[in-house]
């Protein structure tokens, strides 16, 4: 039997954000209001499709004093004292008065062990102390979290009354809590009983095992929407009756806007890898990393600086592209105008090369194609992998207790990608550059998305300050 947990204590006091933390269960009904959780309800955090622990979230103590008046009348001795409290529970089953003490008691009863949350931020009251005993007396290993809610500071106080009533007591904040805090919290529900370790071990383990997962299949994703963006064109027929500078910029939009959205396929990939699926929904509307993929600003930010673009090499080959391919004489006269104002200032430090080539293609059958594309701006990869190195980093730390949109910024360096260690940015360049002659292999394809999970491995927000912050 795997081990559960019932989350239990007063009334909105983050006992649902800590459930929906251990659980990576982001849909759990988080409120400011006290009685946002009604009734008791099983969460169980499965890795690979194997179950590991259970959480119940639970509404909160509404009547301790009444219940615990019912308890004390009836006890004579210690030992009676964990049978009672079943009584309790099936004696007042269906009665309205008691449907909260009912739905946090009764998962108790059955053997969970017990999280007792409060709000270190708020002073310690006599009123806690009933509840208190009321979980002493079901006998079963109890942990206390002090869960901090605002700016107040009592948990000294709260820590002299807690220990009293729980072998071990911990400060966890529910909604920041990082992967170390969470294991380190669940060694600890592994302390509480002998019988409980085995599993919490395993579960500890699998955790572990399934976070190096995620951050591989992240960057096997990465890399294909790498790959899926250098190796993009879009073509449209051309005849003699159209505009051509207008045919030529609805191309160009609508090229960009098929890069956008394999970014975005992308993104809701990595998010789902971590659970954040109903983030996924929230932002399906809005751009997640605020700059656009195509303006100056995301390129100065997330790409590599020029130095660093010139001592790696990936220069040349896109510098000496330089103009419009014109294979049709006349039409490229007319396609060369208005090309730097499609673009924004997207490549201005390069000296204004283009992102992508407009091409006019002749067809065999006399026809002709208009094409843009494939993008063979240098910095391009770089962007694309530094956007996606800061929302991963963003997604993977991210709790599930929190409820705002992820948005970020990052102020301190410009040059995200100047950051990676040496080897790495060698490295990594070396494939972008096989990736953007077309045609990667297979190892080299291998290749990049290791290179891309050792990126991933590195935190973006050691070299520029990274907000995950309220919108
Ligand atoms: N800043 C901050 N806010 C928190 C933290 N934990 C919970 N909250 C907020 O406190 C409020 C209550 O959180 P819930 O998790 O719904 O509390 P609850 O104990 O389940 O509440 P009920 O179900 O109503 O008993 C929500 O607005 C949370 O966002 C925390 O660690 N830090
Ligand atoms: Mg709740």
Same mark, same amino acid.
């Given at each position: 039997?795997?081990?559960?947990?019932?989350?239990?204590?007063?009334?909105?006091?983050?006992?649902?954000?800590?459930?929906?933390?251990?659980?990576?269960?982001?849909?759990?009904?988080?409120?400011?209001?006290?009685?946002?959780?009604?009734?008791?309800?099983?969460?169980?955090?499965?890795?690979?499709?194997?179950?590991?622990?259970?959480?119940?979230?639970?509404?909160?103590?509404?009547?301790?004093? *009444?219940?615990?008046?019912?308890?004390?009348?009836?006890?004579?001795?210690?030992?009676?004292?964990?049978?009672?409290?079943?009584?309790?529970?099936?004696?007042?089953?269906?009665?309205?008065?008691?449907?909260? *003490?009912?739905?946090?008691?009764?998962?108790?009863?059955?053997?969970?062990?017990?999280?007792?949350?409060?709000?270190?931020?708020?002073?310690?009251?006599?009123?806690?102390?009933?509840?208190?005993?009321?979980?002493?007396?079901?006998?079963?290993?109890?942990?206390?979290?002090?869960?901090?809610?605002?700016?107040?500071?009592?948990?000294?106080?709260?820590?002299?009354?807690?220990?009293?009533?729980?072998?071990?007591?911990?400060?966890?904040?529910?909604?920041?809590?990082?992967?170390?805090?969470?294991?380190?919290?669940?060694?600890?529900?592994?302390?509480?009983?002998?019988?409980? %370790?085995?599993?919490?071990?395993?579960?500890?383990?699998?955790?572990?095992?399934?976070?190096?997962?995620?951050? *591989?299949?992240?960057?096997?994703?990465?890399?294909?929407?790498?790959?899926? #963006?250098?190796?993009?064109?879009?073509?449209?027929?051309?005849?003699? %009756?159209?505009?051509?500078?207008?045919?030529?910029? %609805?191309?160009?939009?609508?090229?960009?806007?098929?890069?956008?959205?394999?970014?975005?396929?992308?993104?809701?990939?990595?998010?789902?890898?971590?659970?954040?699926?109903?983030?996924? %929904?929230?932002?399906?509307?809005? *751009?997640?990393?605020?700059?656009?993929?195509?303006?100056?600003?995301?390129?100065?930010?997330?790409?590599?600086?020029?130095?660093?673009?010139?001592?790696?090499?990936?220069?040349?080959?896109?510098?000496?592209?330089?103009?419009?391919?014109?294979?049709?004489?006349?039409?490229?006269?007319?396609?060369?105008?208005?090309?730097?104002?499609?673009?924004?200032?997207?490549?201005?430090?390069?000296?204004?090369?283009?992102?992508?080539?407009?091409?006019?293609?002749?067809?065999?059958?006399?026809?002709?194609?208009?094409?843009?594309?494939?993008?063979?701006?240098?910095?391009?990869?770089?962007?694309?992998?530094?956007?996606?190195?800061?929302?991963?980093?963003?997604?993977?730390?991210?709790?599930?207790?929190?409820?705002?949109?992820?948005?970020?910024?990052?102020?301190?360096?410009?040059?995200?990608?100047?950051?990676?260690?040496?080897?790495?940015?060698?490295?990594? #360049?070396?494939?972008?550059?096989?990736?953007?002659?077309?045609?990667?292999?297979?190892?080299?394809?291998?290749?990049?998305?290791?290179?891309?999970?050792?990126?991933?491995?590195?935190?973006?927000?050691?070299?520029?300050?990274?907000?995950?912050?309220?919108?």
């Amino acid at each position: 039997m795997i081990p559960s947990f019932a989350v239990v204590g007063h009334p909105n006091k983050g006992k649902s954000s800590i459930v929906a933390t251990l659980a990576e269960d982001d849909r759990i009904h988080i409120g400011p209001t006290p009685g946002t959780t009604r009734r008791a309800h099983h969460y169980t955090l499965s890795v690979a499709g194997e179950p590991q622990y259970v959480l119940v979230d639970t509404p909160g103590f509404q009547r301790a004093r *009444e219940v615990l008046d019912w308890l004390q009348s009836r006890a004579k001795s210690a030992s009676e004292r964990p049978g009672l409290v079943a009584e309790f529970v099936r004696t007042h089953e269906g009665d309205v008065r008691f449907r909260d *003490e009912c739905e946090l008691l009764d998962p108790i009863v059955a053997g969970a062990g017990i999280l007792y949350v409060v709000d270190g931020a708020k002073p310690y009251g006599p009123e806690y102390e009933i509840e208190m005993q009321i979980l002493q007396w079901t006998g079963q290993p109890r942990m206390a979290l002090i869960n901090l809610i605002g700016s107040g500071d009592h948990v000294d106080d709260w820590r002299h009354a807690l220990a009293q009533y729980f072998s071990i007591v911990r400060v966890f904040d529910a909604v920041n809590a990082d992967f170390d805090n969470r294991l380190s919290l669940l060694r600890g529900f592994g302390e509480l009983n002998e019988d409980w %370790r085995g599993a919490v071990d395993k579960a500890v383990a699998a955790l572990k095992t399934e976070r190096r997962r995620r951050r *591989e299949r992240s960057a096997r994703d990465i890399a294909s929407c790498l790959i899926d #963006s250098l190796e993009m064109v879009q073509r449209v027929a051309l005849d003699d %009756r159209q505009d051509v500078e207008e045919l030529q910029s %609805r191309l160009m939009a609508q090229f960009q806007d098929r890069i956008r959205r394999r970014e975005r396929r992308s993104r809701d990939a990595v998010q789902s890898l971590y659970r954040h699926q109903s983030l996924t %929904r929230e932002e399906a509307a809005t *751009e997640l990393l605020h700059s656009d993929l195509f303006t100056g600003e995301g390129w100065e930010l997330f790409g590599l600086s020029r130095t660093q673009l010139a001592i790696s090499g990936a220069l040349t080959g896109a510098v000496a592209g330089g103009g419009i391919d014109a294979l049709l004489g006349g039409a490229s006269l007319l396609l060369g105008a208005g090309i730097g104002a499609l673009l924004g200032s997207a490549g201005a430090w390069l000296g204004g090369e283009e992102i992508a080539k407009v091409k006019v293609l002749g067809e065999p059958l006399g026809g002709r194609v208009l094409q843009v594309g494939p993008v063979r701006s240098a910095n391009f990869p770089w962007v694309i992998l530094g956007r996606a190195w800061v929302h991963h980093h963003l997604v993977a730390e991210r709790n599930h207790a929190r409820r705002e949109s992820i948005a970020s910024s990052i102020t301190a360096e410009r040059h995200l990608m100047d950051a990676l260690p040496d080897e790495l940015r060698r490295a990594l #360049s070396r494939l972008l550059k096989r990736a953007a002659a077309g045609g990667i292999s297979a190892a080299d394809r291998l290749s990049l998305a290791q290179r891309i999970g050792e990126m991933l491995e590195n935190n973006p927000g050691n070299t520029a300050v990274v907000d995950s912050d309220v919108d």
